[in-house]
């Protein structure tokens, strides 16, 4: 989870700067489409899906909330403010034609969506899609796909890239 956050507060980073390029027009990420896709797998043989609706979310920043020692660690929560789903992907149990045929169905899915960054880490690509806010003050649907290691994160809602600057500098 470490590595994730790590990861996201990069891409926030750079974006910010303007380091991160589109080399062509690229779409929002289509939700709806991705959410379908993940509910066509769920319960499948091999297919974990966790996820956390608008309600369970606001459970859960209660919980994260009450559970944070100090004023720091509660402002660091108020990443999660814009979050209104979460869905995380876990099909390494899969069988080789089930997991090829995901990566397929959602690479073809992505295939426009602008790609805030992709990371190579040994062997393994991580590939993060989302779409910034024209004034960069917020990414809208964060998408993060491991094909390799068979995980596929979605963080559905907005961030701010100001709450991951300052998660950045608490750290």
Do not use: W
């Amino acid at each position: 989870m470490k590595k994730l956050i790590s990861i996201i507060m990069l891409v926030v980073m750079t974006a910010g700067t303007g380091i991160v390029h589109a080399a062509v027009p690229q779409e929002k990420v289509d939700t709806d489409a991705v959410a379908r896709l993940i509910d066509r797998y769920d319960g499948k043989e091999g297919f974990e899906v966790v996820s956390f609706g608008n309600v369970a979310m606001g459970l859960v920043k209660l919980l994260a909330n009450a559970a944070a020692e100090d004023q720091e660690e509660k402002e660091a929560l108020d990443i999660l403010d814009g979050i209104y789903k979460f869905v995380a992907v876990e099909y390494y149990g899969a069988s080789a034609d089930r997991k090829a045929a995901f990566n397929r169905e959602m690479s073809e899915l992505l295939r426009n969506a602008e790609k805030i960054m992709e990371v190579k880490d040994s062997g393994d690509s991580v590939d993060i899609y989302g779409t910034m806010s024209k004034d960069g003050d917020r990414i809208n649907d964060i998408i993060i796909h491991v094909p390799e290691d068979c995980t596929f994160v979605c963080f559905f809602g907005n961030i701010r890239t100001e709450d991951l600057g300052d998660i950045v500098k608490m750290n």
